[in-house]
């Protein structure tokens, strides 16, 4: 083949290369436009809609709650609400938290719940790798994330990360195992999506069903 015609097929494939680019580019944006609700909507999908008005009494009775279940001999289980968990976190959590992260915000569904938080990535202070969520979010954002409590034995609870949102942009679920090993989270082992935790009782059930946590201790030889 001559260096006339060699060049001649390289720029007939440049041609098509660029074309077929510009093709992909536009049928995406074509398709952005054609789908737009759906996609509006399923950028939206982790955003907390459902309201719960905290109280102090309510986080005193679920502490109560939390306490019989962990003595010894004491309660064989526990059902939280939506409210009593956010009486939990805006009472007893949230003075807990490092600067740059307030207003935390729960809402149970179905099979899962979503946790809020709106991050400050400029007040960071305390966490294990802040330079990690600083490249996720260049300002001011509140963070959603979707979590699904199961068991994977008995004594050891896992919290499955099913969805990572900041602001608008959700997370790659690519991204979330490399996230999740990145942080430093004493006495929790992390594997792919979940997190693994241990506990000293025989915890046999830890999920949400129908709005409530729900948490179930087999005691052994209690009737």
């Known amino acids: 083949m001559s260096a006339s015609r060699a060049r001649g097929v ?3 494939k440049n041609c098509l290369s660029r074309i077929g680019c510009l093709t992909l580019i536009l049928a995406v944006v074509a398709a952005g436009w054609w789908f737009r609700d759906d996609i509006a909507g399923w950028w939206n999908r982790l955003e907390i809609t459902a309201s719960s008005q905290p109280s102090e009494d309510l986080a005193r009775r679920a502490e109560e709650e939390l306490g019989r279940l962990a ?3 004491g309660a ?3 059902e939280l609400s939506q409210a009593e968990i956010q009486s939990l976190l805006t009472y007893r959590a ?4 490092p600067v740059g992260v307030s207003d935390l915000l729960v ?6 719940l979503l946790v809020s938080a709106r991050v400050d990535p400029k007040e960071l202070d305390g966490l294990a790798s802040p330079e990690l969520v600083e490249r996720i979010l260049s300002d ?3 963070v959603v994330v979707e979590l699904a409590p199961g068991v994977l034995q008995p004594g050891v609870a896992t919290i499955e990360v099913v969805t990572l949102q900041a602001g608008s942009v959700v997370v790659p679920s690519m991204m979330i195992p490399w996230i999740l090993g990145s942080l430093e989270l004493p006495g929790v082992e ?3 999506k979940l997190l693994l935790i241990p506990l000293p009782a025989r ?3 830890f999920e949400v069903e129908s709005g409530e946590l729900i948490v179930r201790i087999d005691r052994g030889d209690r009737d």
């Open 10 to 12: 390289e720029l007939v």
């Open 71 to 73: 003595e010894a001999g």
């Open 76 to 78: 064989t289980g526990l």
């Open 94 to 97: 949230e003075p807990l938290l």
């Open 107 to 112: 809402e149970l569904r179905d099979s899962t």
């Open 140 to 142: 001011s954002a509140r």
């Open 190 to 192: 992390t594997t792919g």
């Open 203 to 205: 915890v046999e059930r």
